[in-house]
């Protein structure tokens, strides 16, 4: 893309903001942030959150949770100017930003700290007290301390067994202010309590991160027992007022080029149920702002794709619904004529699984799949690849990620790998771009803002 066209200097949206960070995952910062949104929410204050780095199954609990649309924020695979926009024009109408951090607040490059500094966004730490007294208040000075000039606005004990334990904890502070309560283990209404962390069973885990929340009947009965409980913290009881001082302000960027309109007049077919979900809500908004027309279609439910140009099939759980997919020959008799027809046809990590052979699950038993792409996959318990990418195609560089438990064995030809940030594509390593035919596939998950021009070249659009 072009340059950013420099402006004067534009008003300053200024709203109150939290990063919500840990000193590790499985703390509790999901939990902690969407009880947050929703406390405020069903008190009808506007609240807007994102989630720091590359994930699809946390933004869909606190999208449920702020009743509003959840976007990444990631200082390379977003870039700085985009972060920029975004929370400046989330600031301009909410009551409330809250950012869900990724790892531990220190953990990778860019990490949650680097985010938080760059904007001046107060950092609430999230602690998993369950198993700790003293070393709580160690923790906190380190996390507080660690990095000169880290904004900062307390800790949060999470897991907390009784009120003598958080008296316990708040007593090992140097700083009292730092207290912002304890959030003591909570269930879901009907949940039989967990041994150890009940908090986490509240928001249940598989392989891949969290439960979508469009997957549990009771999802929303399980953010209100997480915000009931954080209502009776310190930082539950605060209103607007008190929330004021961590008011940040956020400037807005030069102005971004014009996303070029490379799929205008195009129809581009999603697919979107519990097997193909993992979509960044950014990723549809670029499409539309390139002109496409973005129509919805279940994969393992409708019997014909809808009438399109191109088919974009995210990532999600394939392993899970293997049985449906394979039975749904209507859809997979449709896409071979999608692909006869010369179509474009994108697939990203579980829907390029969905398009090879057959797949070996985790209990060593086989099932087939479409077979539009010859190979088969077979699932590991073992992470096989993890971390930020980018694809370079046509002259153009894609940012996104990779996050799979599966390897793949197939003899569709390879035209591409991607790279870690800052490296160059070897021809050993990086996730493969399969072509075969009208089918681009790959483990890359794209982010599409990233490079409009790249994306109109996996779904036929003009050329930049």
């Not at 009784?162 to 959030?183: C, K, P, V, Y």
């Not at 209507?330 to 398009?355: D, F, I, N, Y």
């Not at 990233?450 to 003009?462: D, N």
Request: overall charge negative; charged content about 15%; glycine content about 8%.
């Amino acid at each position: 893309m072009d340059a950013a066209v420099s402006l004067p200097a534009q008003a300053v949206a200024r709203c109150p903001a939290l990063l919500i960070a840990a000193p590790a995952s499985g703390q509790g910062k999901t939990t902690v942030t969407a009880a947050l949104a929703r406390l405020h929410a069903r008190q009808g204050r506007r609240v807007r959150v994102f989630k720091c780095g590359p994930d699809f199954l946390d933004p869909h609990w606190l999208q449920l949770a702020s009743r509003a649309p959840v976007h990444q924020l990631d200082l390379w695979m977003n870039g700085e100017a985009d972060c920029a926009q975004r929370l400046h024009d989330a600031a301009r109408d909410a009551d409330l930003i809250l950012i869900e951090g990724v790892m531990g607040l220190f953990d990778g490059s860019p990490s949650a700290a680097d985010l938080a500094q760059r904007f001046g966004v107060p950092v609430l730490a999230v602690v998993d007290a369950s198993a700790m007294a003293g070393t709580f208040g160690a923790l906190t000075f380190g996390l507080r301390h660690y990095r000169p000039g880290l904004p900062w606005a307390g800790v949060l004990a999470n897991r907390v067994g009784s009120a003598r334990h958080a008296d316990m904890l708040r007593d090992g502070l140097q700083d009292a202010d730092d207290w912002m309560g304890a959030l003591m283990r909570v269930q879901a209404a009907g949940h039989a309590p967990a041994a150890a962390k009940a908090a986490a069973a509240l928001l249940p885990e598989r392989h891949l991160g969290l439960v979508a929340a469009h997957e549990l009947d009771d999802s929303l009965q399980r953010l209100d027992a997480a915000a009931d409980a954080l209502a009776a913290t310190p930082l539950g009881q605060m209103g607007l007022d008190e929330l004021q001082r961590w008011t940040v302000d956020f400037p807005a960027p030069a102005l971004p080029p014009a996303v070029p309109p490379l799929l205008a007049g195009r129809t581009v077919a999603v697919g979107r149920d519990a097997a193909f979900c993992f979509i960044y809500a950014a990723n549809l908004q670029c499409l539309q702002q390139m002109g496409a027309r973005v129509e919805f279609f279940s994969p393992l439910r409708d019997a014909n794709l809808p009438d399109c140009d191109a088919v974009w099939l995210p990532g999600g759980y394939p392993e899970l619904h293997a049985t449906q997919i394979a039975a749904n020959t209507g859809t997979q008799a449709s896409l071979r004529a999608h692909v006869a027809a010369g179509r474009p046809l994108w697939a990203e990590c579980g829907g390029m699984m969905a398009l090879f052979e057959s797949i070996t699950l985790a209990d060593g038993s086989t099932a087939p799949l479409w077979g539009l792409l010859p190979g088969r996959v077979a699932m590991q318990k073992r992470l096989a690849a993890l971390g930020p990418q980018q694809l370079a195609l046509a002259g153009h560089t894609l940012r996104g990620h990779t996050f799979h438990y599966s390897t793949c064995d197939s003899s569709a030809p390879v035209v591409a790998r991607t790279a870690r940030p800052h490296e160059s594509a070897a021809p050993d390593a990086g996730e493969a771009l399969y072509r075969q035919g009208s089918i681009h596939a790959s483990y890359f998950h794209a982010w599409f803002p990233s490079s409009p021009e790249a994306v109109a070249q996996l779904l036929g659009g003009a050329s930049a």
